[in-house]
């Protein structure tokens, strides 16, 4: 095997082996980049929710309140979940959003629509149990769809909440006749009862990242591809060329031409060696003439 076709594959090899390493740390890099840029609008989807519900709580809920005690249907508006959860479906008509979900997963609601599944529940207990958790993200499968969450607690900072969800006593007639007496009660000041859930279909971030993922492996293939060209050409000029020639030199002074000459050569490894063919061409060809002249006597 010639010495160009050994390198070729010698950089072939080097070049698999590294577009598949850098492929597999790409693929995870650029995995984690889209799934926190999906992190951070869900971030700042939560803050607003918040708004929205602090917002219900302060301003809305006061002038509603006195009406669920004269009235016998309940009036949705008053409760900040529901507002937030209705405002979200209307937000969620931009096409950026469609694929956004939201839930206020609740381990005791009002409104068995917010109950916690096993899954969030077990999400809810965990910020009960590690306190300085801000926020949970990863991944969940429902139905067979790949879901990327993310989640923060939620808390039961305002006294004015534990109206509707201290105890039935104090809760307004027109919420127990629609909701009745069993859920959503027993709720504490301070206590994390649920968590702010936002849900997005994992295939966004796979496809954000897979798009990425090509762009940049494309890119990175044509650079190697480039190598190995540059490489090629360098080789060839400044060693295969200058190596076939001191060969076929060397091969016309094996069958007697002496005047067949190395030229001359550049100050490197290759260019000794020219040299050292050189002399042994020299040395050679005094051996010749010291024989000739031997005979001729």
């Not at 994390?192 to 279909?201: D, F, G, K, L």
Request: charged share 25%; aromatic share 8%; glycine share 4%.
């Amino acid at each position: 095997m010639k010495i160009g076709t050994k390198v070729n594959i010698i950089l072939l090899i080097v070049c698999i082996i590294g577009i598949l390493i850098s492929g597999i740390a790409l693929s995870n890099v650029l995995e984690t980049k889209a799934g926190d840029e999906i992190n951070s609008k869900a971030l700042v989807l939560m803050e607003m929710n918040n708004s929205i519900r602090n917002y219900t709580n302060d301003r809305v809920q006061p002038w509603l309140l006195p009406k669920l005690d004269t009235q016998e249907n309940f009036i949705p508006e008053a409760i900040p979940t529901y507002s937030v959860r209705e405002v979200f479906e209307y937000f969620r008509s931009s096409p950026d959003y469609a694929s956004f979900l939201y839930k206020d997963a609740t381990l005791n609601p009002i409104n068995l629509r917010d109950k916690a599944d096993d899954f969030e529940a077990k999400i809810v207990n965990r910020f009960r149990r590690e306190g300085n958790i801000d926020s949970i993200s990863g991944f969940r499968s429902v139905s067979g769809t790949k879901l990327y969450y993310t989640a923060k607690p939620f808390q039961i900072k305002k006294e004015s909440c534990l109206r509707c969800h201290s105890a039935p006593e104090r809760a307004p007639k027109s919420q127990l006749n629609t909701y009745g007496k069993n859920n959503g009660f027993g709720w504490k000041l301070n206590e994390i009862v649920a968590a702010q859930i936002v849900y997005v279909p994992a295939e966004k971030i796979l496809q954000s990242a897979h798009r990425s993922f090509v762009l940049i492996t494309g890119i990175v293939a044509i650079v190697f591809t480039a190598v190995i060209i540059v490489m090629n050409l360098l080789l060839k000029r400044t060693v295969l060329m200058r190596i076939k020639k001191i060969a076929r030199v060397a091969e016309q002074v094996s069958v007697g031409d002496m005047n067949a000459s190395f030229g001359r050569q550049n100050k490197d490894e290759i260019g000794d060696l020219a040299e050292a063919f050189n002399r042994m061409k020299y040395s050679l060809e005094i051996a010749m003439n010291m024989l000739n002249n031997k005979n001729n006597q």
